[in-house]
């Protein structure tokens, strides 16, 4: 199982990004996946999870309306769509692929594999 995220870097304030990760290794649309992001010097937050075909998502209930999960089955890829920036965005992302029972994840969904992460770093 791999996975790979990118489309991190340096933003300004109100900016907006489009992470992706690649997923590889085993059948992507056997699985839910789902984002976690790191701020520096805190522990890692739930951000987001979507259902195997990409109908049902569910987000961190202070992210609702920034962030958009979204996933190409065909194309093995998950999307993170996150618009106006805001410097408490920094962070480092990381995608996860959740355990084989879930069917909608949230918070304490439990995953099993996760990427090395990318940075996304908002500061004018």
């Known amino acids: 199982v791999q996975l790979v995220e990118s489309g991190g870097g340096l933003v300004q304030p109100g900016g907006s990004l489009r992470l992706s990760c690649a997923a590889s290794?085993?059948?992507?649309?056997?699985?839910?996946m789902g984002w976690r992001r790191q701020p520096p010097g805190k522990s890692l937050e739930w951000v987001s999870g979507i259902s195997r075909g990409g109908d049902s998502a569910a987000y961190a209930e202070s992210l609702e309306g920034r962030f958009t999960v979204s996933r190409d089955n065909d194309k093995n890829t998950l999307f993170l769509q996150i618009t106006n920036l805001d410097p408490e965005d920094t962070a480092r992302y990381f995608c996860v692929r959740h355990t084989a029972r879930t069917i909608i994840p949230s918070q304490s969904s439990a995953y099993d594999y996760w990427g090395p992460g990318t940075q996304v770093t908002v500061s004018s």
């Open positions: 290794g085993f059948k992507f649309d056997d699985y839910a």
